[in-house]
């Protein structure tokens, strides 16, 4: 099986005939902007046809503006000089993919805040000529700001290729399907497409309704991402459901969240929980609708993980009843493609990067490089966990331009299918290790953690997210578990480590869920009677009774905050010589941002490594079991083996590392029952010494011995 879908192009029919061959293509799909001719609709492949449901009737829409998709939007703070103040609600957003709903009682659905006192303003007036919110009872030099309802004129997805594209079509406008006719419209659209599209075996819905959280400025560019968002699932309509059902009302401050939109990175409140639960049952339903209609035409139903996924997110309660018959996702790295390949479901697809868009593909770009970088973490994840299905996005005129490209990924493709074959699809072979990911969000967040957008880099995450790139293609299972998990069942019998990692105050590392007692004593009781406990950066973090890790004495370790600097501390200026987390280490491991003032809180806890006076990594005996602590884990092949070696020593390991870890820390060897995988990591020729014979592995190769 070829397992390949290919996003073709009409006009490029020779050349897709060639890459059938050449990449063992057996799928072709249409993209955004693009069609399939006769010709490429007759070559004897399957076809999958993209549709995005909400965007595809812009007369429609136009005949009934209040379908429009709205969403919760938050002005500038503007300080008061006087006692009248204008605030410019508009300022720093894209007139072109907004404009406030001034159709309703606005009084009601938006609202205005004096943030130096936190407390609500509630006599004001809204200028429509200058789109500007008036105060005349402000109080000098304190901050004001507004939340607003705002139609989108321009739907956020369609917007942003329009922009990388430098198309000149019609902007696309966003159906909300929460109105009934709209969505009785939308579902009569769809069965209309079937029934013209006898051709088409597999449907693949760019997601279903509402977008994530993709906000751009006044410049066009993006100023607000929150992949996780539900803001733009606001309407009256729908507030005033939520209210008749949940029995109370939402306000536009619960959404906005003083410009957080309720990021993934902090607590949730009970309402943002109930608003979300709310979302995804009627996502869940309406989707559920949309697939049962193509399995009356018997066609295949799938779903771009991504774009419009609010309210399907796929470890969420509600997805398996939409009854997909696969996903696909865009695979930036070795989390993403595990996020995808985990999903419960029939079958799986990796979209890699680069996507086939002018941004990579230009004069002087360099798609191979953008690609092999990407594809060395996927094919680590795909070792671990495969995927049935693999394709690239974009148009294929602009890749044909780059005829090493196409050689490329020629080469990917036969590592992709080598891997799947092989393993008969179920991954390679594991340790026993078992890591239960602890964080407040739990399951909903499999692979998605500290993130702003998948695959994305960003200060404050790459710390972090490092560790889990490094944990997405290392031989051990890894699931997502929360505090409330914990609370409900204990901790799981089959967990072999726990993993805590992030900064403190956001659900990552757990926050105010550190103060309850229970999760402290069940954790002490688990790690003394020989679990282990790996945490990194600012681990069971909560200031509370005068410490910040709550757990320092399983840690080892503790952080200073400057509240505690009068009592002495032990100064670190030198480590454990020999311990077996660090024994092959040669070069310095990366901290990223780190950790300051981290010092010994445990006669038992050993110093691995100091930065700045700093203790930066710790290994704590504690009763029958371990911990390990690291003040940061970018991703690299290091950090990785460092990871690796700790989760060996934290289950007591140490005596099984000659299989499973080589004398090279670019190559990783992985086993198929019995037979040996090994992977070059790096760009450079490597050597290892593989059962006693070396191995010579040029850049970037896969081996099976």
């Known amino acids: 099986m070829s397992r390949f879908t290919l996003p073709g192009e009409t006009g490029m029919e020779n050349k897709i005939k060639e890459l059938i061959s050449l990449w063992g293509v057996d799928a072709i799909r249409d993209s955004d902007g693009t069609a399939l001719s006769d010709e490429l609709l007759g070559l004897g492949v399957?076809?999958?046809?993209?549709?995005?449901?909400?965007?595809?009737?812009?007369?429609?829409?136009?005949?009934?503006?209040?379908?429009?998709?709205?969403?919760?939007?938050?002005?500038?703070r503007f300080t008061a000089f006087d006692t009248y103040l204008s605030i410019d609600i508009m300022q720093t957003v894209f007139a072109e993919q907004f404009e406030p709903n001034i159709d309703v009682d606005i009084h009601k659905y938006w609202q205005?805040?004096?943030?130096?006192?936190?407390?609500?303003?509630?006599?004001?007036?809204?200028?429509?000529?200058?789109?500007?919110?008036?105060?005349?009872?402000?109080?000098?030099?304190?901050?004001?700001?507004?939340?607003?309802?705002?139609?989108?004129?321009?739907?956020?997805?369609?917007?942003?290729?329009?922009?990388?594209?430098?198309?000149?079509?019609?902007?696309?406008?966003?159906?909300?399907?929460?109105?009934e006719d709209a969505g009785k419209h939308v579902l009569e659209i769809l069965?209309?497409?079937?029934?013209?599209?006898?051709?088409?075996?597999?449907?693949?819905?760019?997601?279903?309704?509402?977008?994530?959280?993709?906000?751009?400025n006044q410049f066009g560019k993006e100023k607000q991402v929150n992949w996780f968002g539900y803001a733009a699932c606001a309407s009256p309509l729908a507030l005033e459901m939520f209210e008749k059902e949940y029995g109370y009302s939402l306000r536009p401050e619960d959404l906005t969240d003083?410009?957080?939109y309720n990021t993934p990175f902090k607590n949730p409140t009970k309402k943002y929980l109930d608003w979300m639960d709310f979302n995804q049952r009627f996502v869940a339903s309406f989707a559920k609708k949309c697939v049962d209609l193509v399995h009356k035409y018997n066609k295949k139903a799938i779903m771009f993980l991504g774009d419009h996924w609010a309210g399907t997110e796929p470890y969420g309660k509600y997805f398996p009843?939409?009854?997909?018959?696969?996903?696909?996702?865009?695979?930036?790295?070795?989390?993403?493609?595990?996020?995808?390949?985990?999903?419960?479901?029939?079958?799986?697809?990796?979209?890699?990067?680069?996507?086939?868009?002018?941004?990579?593909?230009?004069?002087?770009?360099?798609?191979?490089?953008?690609?092999?970088?990407?594809?060395i973490k996927c094919r680590r994840s795909l070792l671990q966990k495969p995927m049935e299905r693999m394709g690239y996005g974009g148009y294929l005129s602009l890749a044909c331009k780059f005829p090493d490209f196409i050689e490329h990924v020629k080469d990917v493709a036969g590592q992709f299918r080598m891997i799947y074959d092989e393993t008969q699809g179920k991954g390679c072979d594991k340790t026993g290790i078992k890591v239960y990911v602890l964080n407040t969000w739990g399951k909903i967040r499999t692979w998605q953690t500290h993130q702003v957008a998948h695959s994305l880099w960003n200060q404050r995450c790459y710390s972090y997210l490092g560790a889990f790139e490094a944990l997405s293609g290392l031989p051990v299972d890894v699931e997502f578990i929360s505090f409330d998990d914990i609370r409900q069942n204990g901790i799981p019998e089959d967990?072999?480590?726990?993993?805590?990692?992030?900064?403190?105050?956001?659900?990552?590392?757990?926050?105010?869920?550190?103060?309850?007692?229970?999760?402290?004593?069940?954790?002490?009781?688990?790690?003394?009677?020989?679990?282990?406990?790996?945490?990194?950066?600012?681990?069971?973090?909560?200031?509370?009774?005068?410490?910040?890790f709550v757990l320092q004495d399983v840690l080892g370790v503790q952080r200073e905050l400057g509240l505690t600097a009068s009592c002495n501390k032990p100064v670190?200026?030198?480590?454990?010589?020999?311990?077996?987390?660090?024994?092959?280490?040669?070069?310095?491991?990366?901290?990223?941002?780190?950790?300051?003032?981290?010092?010994?809180?445990?006669?038992?806890?050993?110093?691995?490594?100091?930065s700045n006076l700093s203790c930066s990594m710790a290994a704590n005996e504690y009763g029958s079991g371990r911990a390990f602590y690291m003040a940061g884990c970018p991703y690299d092949n290091v950090n990785s083996r460092i990871l690796f070696r700790a989760l060996m020593w934290l289950t007591h390991k140490e005596n099984e590392w000659v299989k499973w870890l080589t004398d090279n820390v670019n190559v990783e060897c992985n086993y198929i029952d019995g037979k040996a995988v090994i992977s070059n990591n790096s760009a450079n020729k490597q050597k290892v010494n593989i059962g006693g014979s070396v191995i010579e592995l040029k850049p970037y190769e896969l081996k099976l011995t």
């Open 46 to 76: 399957q076809i999958y046809s993209t549709l995005c449901l909400i965007r595809m009737d812009n007369e429609w829409i136009k005949a009934h503006p209040m379908c429009r998709q709205q969403i919760y939007l938050m002005s500038e």
């Open 495 to 548: 967990a072999s480590v726990i993993l805590n990692a992030g900064d403190a105050g956001t659900a990552w590392s757990g926050d105010d869920n550190w103060a309850d007692e229970r999760i402290q004593a069940l954790i002490r009781k688990w790690v003394r009677s020989g679990g282990g406990f790996l945490g990194i950066g600012e681990p069971t973090a909560h200031r509370d009774k005068g410490q910040l």
């Open 191 to 216: 069965e209309d497409w079937l029934k013209n599209h006898p051709k088409t075996d597999v449907v693949r819905f760019t997601t279903f309704i509402y977008c994530f959280d993709l906000i751009y």
């Open 112 to 179: 205005v805040m004096d943030r130096t006192t936190g407390e609500e303003v509630t006599t004001w007036n809204y200028n429509s000529s200058n789109k500007t919110v008036e105060i005349s009872n402000a109080i000098p030099y304190h901050q004001y700001d507004v939340s607003f309802l705002a139609y989108q004129k321009w739907e956020p997805v369609s917007m942003y290729n329009h922009i990388t594209n430098g198309w000149t079509k019609e902007h696309r406008i966003p159906v909300d399907v929460r109105h």
């Open 321 to 375: 009843s939409i009854g997909l018959d696969a996903v696909v996702g865009a695979a930036g790295d070795g989390v993403t493609t595990r996020m995808i390949a985990d999903i419960p479901v029939k079958e799986t697809e990796a979209r890699f990067y680069p996507y086939f868009f002018p941004d990579v593909f230009h004069e002087g770009g360099n798609p191979v490089e953008e690609s092999q970088n990407v594809w």
């Open 572 to 610: 670190h200026n030198e480590k454990v010589k020999q311990h077996f987390i660090t024994r092959d280490l040669n070069d310095s491991p990366d901290y990223g941002e780190g950790m300051g003032m981290i010092y010994q809180a445990s006669p038992s806890c050993e110093i691995l490594d100091v």
């Open 258 to 260: 003083n410009r957080m």
